[in-house]
């Protein structure tokens, strides 16, 4: 018994003697697997699947953000930095939207997550574009949006044929339209676009399918 007392004495201490050596946490995250990147002018900003790192372009000096700074990321799927705002936006694969703030602190945003009234596994978010203001996000849905001056959730837009649900996997602007890349199944399938200042974007009816086949992706020169 006595024997007994003294190792668990033992252990004791050593465990002591070793958390006080080592209050501060290191993280050990991989970043060899990007899911998106977004480039302002003064940094550029990648994110794996549950960290993201910067790259000041004029001192070259790298930081990393990650749960040990209070990042608390579902599946990022999507990364954009708005210079507007000075804020970052961390999309999710259950869309769950994160927003970091210059002094490191966060905004859980569920409204896509929680409110959207689709199936669970189509609300993963795949892209964020800025225009006048408002955030354009992708998902596997369609487009919802997001009021950069009040940080709520506003419209959202459904555009697959007879309005049902369609995955958008990215957006751009350019000429007076928005255009959307789309995946369905074959038949549903392809870009599509519509007046940025069209009213009713909401209604499907107003996007016009220009392109068929399968698109990962979509950007404006």
């Not at 209050?23 to 699947?49: H, L, M, P």
């Not at 599946?75 to 927003?99: E, M, P, Q, R």
């Not at 959207?116 to 992708?138: A, C, D, R, T």
């Amino acid at each position: 018994m006595l024997k007994r007392i003294v190792i668990l004495l033992v252990l004791f201490f050593a465990f002591i003697g070793y958390s006080q050596n080592n209050q501060k946490w290191q993280g050990y995250f991989s970043f060899n697997q990007i899911t998106d990147i977004s480039e302002t002018s003064q940094k550029i900003y990648a994110a794996s699947e549950n960290a993201f790192f910067s790259k000041d372009l004029n001192t070259n000096d790298l930081k990393t953000t990650t749960s040990i700074d209070g990042l608390k990321a579902e599946t990022i799927t999507a990364f954009y930095h708005s210079d507007s705002v000075n804020k970052s936006f961390v999309g999710n694969s259950n869309g769950l939207l994160l927003v970091v703030n210059p002094d490191g602190t966060y905004l859980y945003k569920t409204g896509i997550r929680d409110e959207v009234p689709v199936p669970g596994g189509i609300k993963q978010i795949n892209h964020f574009l800025e225009y006048n203001n408002k955030l354009y996000i992708s998902t596997n849905y369609g487009i919802t949006l997001f009021d950069l001056n009040t940080f709520e959730f506003g419209d959202t837009y459904y555009m697959g044929p007879a309005g049902n649900y369609i995955s958008v996997k990215q957006t751009c602007i350019t000429n007076g339209f928005i255009y959307a890349a789309t995946q369905g199944n074959t038949t549903e399938s392809g870009i599509r676009k519509v007046s940025i200042t069209n009213q009713f974007l909401n209604d499907y009816n107003q996007w016009i399918d220009i392109s068929g086949f399968y698109w990962e992706g979509i950007t404006g020169f």
